[in-house]
């Protein structure tokens, strides 16, 4: 029986209708196929074997519909994908975000000594006689004014909204 799946992929893409790509790729295109069917040549950079001598990553056609209702462009991203960029390493801000260079990431977590431990938490966790704790991985905001704002939270129109980009 086949699974349902949703699934997020990092990709190059470039507007070309299927004759054009069929051409490209040094093939004849079948008669029974549209040739100016729109679509996109997509180039995979996350994974799969290399399949033409002019590109680094596993390259194949896609029809504009299927490409349009899977993908977004890096400055108009879901929430979802804009978690996919987190993870990856990736800044993400929101373009309706009134602050100039405001931003998010994930930090990685990280164990800290009861020595570091100044107040808060951290501080309960050392009275009670802790002598390191671990810190979880979580999200941090660089605000407007360039301070940080430790274990950013979501709203629920941020995480609906779909004008995630990734911060260079």
Partial sequence: MQKLHYGTKALLALAMTRLDYVTYRGWTLPGDENGDDAGFLVEYVDGGGKNHADHDGYISWSPAD?????????????????????????????????????????????????????????KLRADEGATEFNILPHIDMRTADGSMNVGWLASQTDMLADDWQVVL
Avoid: E
């Fill in 66 to 122: 299927v490409f349009n209702a899977a993908y977004q462009p890096t400055d108009a991203m879901s929430f979802g994908h804009a978690l996919v960029a987190m993870k990856a390493g990736h800044k993400v801000a929101r373009a309706g975000w009134n602050g100039k260079g405001m931003w998010v990431a994930i930090q990685a977590g990280s164990t800290i000594t009861a020595a570091m431990a100044r107040g808060g938490a951290a």
